[in-house]
Structures are given as C-alpha cells and as structure tokens.
C-alpha cells in the first residue's frame, strides 16, 4: 500500500522558517519525480516546487525562488521543503506528491500519490 505523509507544519511568524518532509512508502520511491503543491481556500493547487527522481532537475515558482529549496534523500524515502523567509502569502496546506517517471510535470493531474498535507500558516 502506498503511502505519503507530510510533516513539519505549522505557525511561524514572518521571516522565519520550516522544514516540511514527506517520508513514501510501498513504492520504490526512488523511481519517483515528486513535487510540493500547495492550496489555499477557493484557489487551485499550485505546484511550488519540484525534483526529478535522479535528484538532478528541480523547479520552483517564482514565487518562492531563493527561499525555499526542495531535497530527497532516496535511502529514507524522504523529501524535504526547506522554507525560508516565510511570507503570509505562504499560508497553505501544503501537499507531497510523486509522479512515476523522470522529470516533474506542473500540473496536479499528472501525479499518482499524494499524502494528506500539513498546514502551514505564517502570520505577519
């Protein structure tokens, strides 16, 4: 059974930080491209960042390109969300998914498993 658990949310204040991760199982995780989305009341998931399955391509949004970095480390079957510089705008659930194949895609639809998400508010 595959299963994907999302962690290290909850409140900060602006400018600071979070580690999220989401640790995979029943699937041979390293096979996987996965991505963060996140997803605000009345508003479509966003993909916020993305890393191919070899660790080598990554995406982010510009909205946070240069404070958030995205990581795996395949023997855990774990990805992490280093967030930094934390805006209210940040405020999501935020969700873990993976994507058998190489290479990310943006759009939600393309992704085969997702966990659960964690909240993550940020007030100002």
């Known amino acids: 059974q595959v299963q994907l658990v999302e962690s290290g949310g909850g409140l900060v204040q602006a400018g600071g930080s979070l580690r999220l991760s989401c640790a995979a199982s029943?699937?041979?995780?390293?096979?996987?491209?996965v991505g963060w989305f996140r997803q605000t009341p009345g508003k479509e998931r966003e993909l916020v960042t993305a890393i191919s399955r070899s660790v080598d391509i990554t995406y982010y949004a510009d909205s946070v390109k240069g404070r958030f970095t995205i990581s795996r480390d395949n023997a855990k079957n774990t990805v992490y969300l280093q967030m930094n510089s934390l805006k209210p705008e940040d405020t999501a659930v935020y969700y873990c998914?993976?994507?058998?194949?190489?290479?990310?895609?943006?759009?939600?639809?393309?992704?085969?498993?997702w966990g659960p998400g964690t909240q993550v508010t940020v007030s100002s």
């Open positions: 029943g699937m041979p995780f390293s096979k996987y491209a």
């Open positions: 998914a993976t994507r058998g194949g190489m290479v990310w895609v943006l759009t939600p639809s393309g992704y085969d498993y």
